[in-house]
């Protein structure tokens, strides 16, 4: 049985057509249970009824046939979330004739709910003229095949297939890579070449051949170089990084020995073009890292970008004269780059994460950004469309009374930025005089902007990782100097706190790969740079020859668990220090900090007051190892709260211990960068928040416009509700009744 249903599963996967693929499920089915009768039937939410989808064995030719869920058996099904089994199904009190089904012919009922989520998204039944009670063991396989349906199911509807009604499909989910509302006409150009559609060609001329090559290879260069100026003043080095990784790549002795030996074959440039990145992009991809996963896509991009060249149809000057959405296969850092701000509203890709370079650029842009949107391009082309980067969410030719509400949204969204831009240079102290020092997190990604430098008081985590993950080994000792130098010097009056190496987890090197069943569980941070002194010393000694003259280092160790490894890095790092020290008398012993993100240490706060300088909470990881969820797996996302009252007792308590032992803290996870975790914090005593750009002007608005005392008052109360959402809604209310809730979110929930 097995075997079939598997068989079953992958039949229906494979077909995009809902009715096709239903069509196939039913008579698989019937097959496999030797029956004569299977029906699937949708929920329709809006109009409370189910509606067949597909079926063998009843009367249904296309035609709309609905239950309301209050009726039959199989509204029953759905009702009670239950299988019912039932040898004669027209004892039942429930049953109820559909003479249009023609239902009548049968006796026995086995109808199973397809359940995604806790959500009940249709039912299968399974029907037969004898009256036959099926065994459990066909009961069970029903429910396993509904299971796997119900997956697909979901899956597809995500995407905006699969829609109840064939109602013309107006909205779309993708991934909120960019905040911020847009709405404008729908700009879908594929006009260029795309390198994935280049097919097989062979070259006459090998030397010509790689001639053209080389050409094109320089003239990319010199394209990326003049991108790179162009955001030179715009853009953080982290962003601008994506250029120099590229440019470094064309450089790449290797990649071009590949390109030439590709073409020495025989193959024409561009056809060698497209198997040697498809060969390095499926090695990347193959990679269990998630960021460096997405840099298979930067290895497409570059392709892309040289075909452009080959075929000499760079994009230059886009043909659309007023500002629009552009829908791009894949967003890139180039298209970015090559299309002039003002012209974009907002970007939706049809492929790309979170994560990518590109996602990332768009953020530090500005510009709304959606990516993995599973929407047809040709159909939305010139059409009035609206990107709601919060949540994800496309509309199409949106319903006026939508629009009027998004055309709110966006003014209000415009007037907050505005609001909050004034604001940015003044000091975050709270209406009753509470002075809270805003830090700004960066490293991995685009937050160092030399605006918002000025309005923050300092770096509260710098992530070191960037360097480690971009290269082919690990960074020299006078490369990482070299980097930390520029960071420290950017903030030469404030304090900077440098987080020692926190690899392993989701963050593996592609040159020291680490096969773990459980990485977040394993060697990660702390446990790895204390295994390998080598590597940790010379990070120490780069980070203390980059301080000199400074003074304003701070080190951080990541994934502290235990006492042992707080002495045995102080151990490391005070050797460091005198082995610097010896050589340039200017340096100064670095104040020394933990992460406070691994459960253990809330019991032994009290052991290490006197170990340390300071301690950081980081909310991500404490939250993911208290709740045991793992953050990065969206299957359990509801699960992971950020105001879990296990969370926010947690951080009473260590407040709490902190002030006990005197001890400075501050807040680095991503709660602090949100406006009712800020809030909620404030409300625990905290006074040091540390959090990404992005959240640096409205956190610091939210802060002056709000009181410490009637916080903590709340908070009081708060701690004592046993749901996270209660919790989150006091705090909401509280947003709510000082005019602030337009920060929690613009878009439409
Ligand atoms: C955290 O865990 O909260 C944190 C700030 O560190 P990271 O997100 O880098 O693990
Ligand atoms: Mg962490």
Sequence with gaps: MLIQLRDIVEQVSKVDDVRQALDILVKD??????????????????????????????KFSGQTIHIPFEEGLVGLVRRSAEPINLA????????????????????????????????????????????????????????????????????????????????????????????????????????????SQVSPASCLNVDKEQEWLALAIESAIADFRRMRKRFDTE???????????????????LLRADLNAQIEKGDRA?????????????????????????RANDIKELGQRLLYFLHNSEVRDPSFKQPVILVVRELTASILAAIPKEKLLAVVSLEGAANSHAAILSRALGVPAIMGAKIKP????????????????????????????????????????????????????????????????????????????????????????????????????????????????????????????????????????????????????????????????????????????????????????GCQEIDEALLLIERAYLEVSEVDKEIQRPQIGIMLEVPSMLYLLPLVAHKVDFVSVGTNDLTQYLLAVDRNNSRVSDVYE?????????????????????????????????????????????????????????????????????????????IKQPYGSEIHCMMLNYLEQRGLAGFIRAGKK
Aim: a negative charge; hydrophobic letters at 40%; charged letters at 20%.
């Design 378 to 561: 040709e159909a939305v082309m010139g059409k009035l469309g609206i990107v709601d980067g919060y949540s994800g969410d496309i509309f199409i030719e949106p319903a006026a009374q939508l629009l009027n509400e998004y055309r709110a949204l966006s003014n209000e969204e415009e007037e907050l930025s505005e609001l909050i831009a004034q604001e940015l240079a003044q000091p975050a102290f709270t209406q009753d005089g509470q002075r809270v020092e805003l830090m700004l997190n960066a490293g991995l990604s685009a937050d160092t902007n030399i605006a918002i430098n000025q309005g923050v008081d300092g770096v509260g985590l710098y992530r070191t990782e960037i360097s480690f993950l971009l290269q082919h080994r690990f960074p020299s000792e006078e490369e990482q100097t070299q980097q930390y130098r520029t960071i420290l010097s950017s903030y030469p009056d404030k304090r900077v706190v440098m987080r020692t190496l926190d690899i392993g987890g989701d963050k593996a090197l592609p040159y020291f790969p680490i096969e773990e069943d459980n990485p977040f569980l394993g060697w990660r941070g702390i446990r790895f740079t204390l295994d390998h002194p080598d590597i940790f010393l010379i990070q120490l000694r780069a980070m203390l020859k980059a301080s000199t003259g400074l003074g304003n280092l701070n080190i951080m160790l990541p994934m502290i668990s």
């Design 270 to 294: 561009d056809w060698a073009l497209r198997q040697v990145v498809e060969i390095y992009s499926e090695r990347f991809a193959k990679m269990s890292d998630a960021y460096l996963r997405e």
């Design 642 to 718: 950020h105001v879990h009252p296990s969370v926010v007792m947690a951080l009473k308590h260590i407040y709490e211990t902190c002030e006990q032992y005197n001890l400075p803290v501050c807040i680095c996870g991503e709660l602090a960068g949100d406006p009712i975790g800020a809030l909620l914090l404030i409300g625990l005593g905290y006074r040091s928040l540390s959090m990404n750009t992005s959240n640096v002007a409205r956190v610091k608005y939210i802060l002056r416009k709000s009181d410490s005392q009637e916080l903590e008052q709340l908070v009081e109360q708060a």
């Design 88 to 195: 004669n199904a027209q004892h039942h009190p429930n049953f109820k004739y559909f003479p249009e089904l023609g239902e009548n012919i049968y006796q026995s009922f086995l109808g199973t709910p397809i359940i995604h989520r806790r959500q009940v998204l249709g039912v299968l039944v399974i029907q037969q003229r004898s009256s036959r009670l099926f065994s459990e063991v066909e009961e069970s396989f029903l429910v396993t095949l509904a299971a796997q349906l119900a997956v697909i199911i979901a899956h597809t509807q995500a995407q905006g297939q699969w829609q109840l009604n064939n109602t013309k499909v107006r909205s779309f989910k993708g991934i909120p890579a960019s905040t911020g509302i847009a709405i404008g006409t729908m700009w879908w150009d594929d006009t260029h070449p795309d390198l």
């Design 235 to 253: 853009l953080n080095k982290d962003t601008l990084a994506i250029f120099e990784l590229f440019i470094h790549l064309l450089h790449d002795p």
């Design 29 to 58: 089915t019937c097959k496999a249970m030797q029956t004569e009768c299977c029906t699937v039937y949708l929920s329709n939410n809006e109009k409370n009824r189910l509606e067949l989808m597909a079926t063998q064995g009843l």
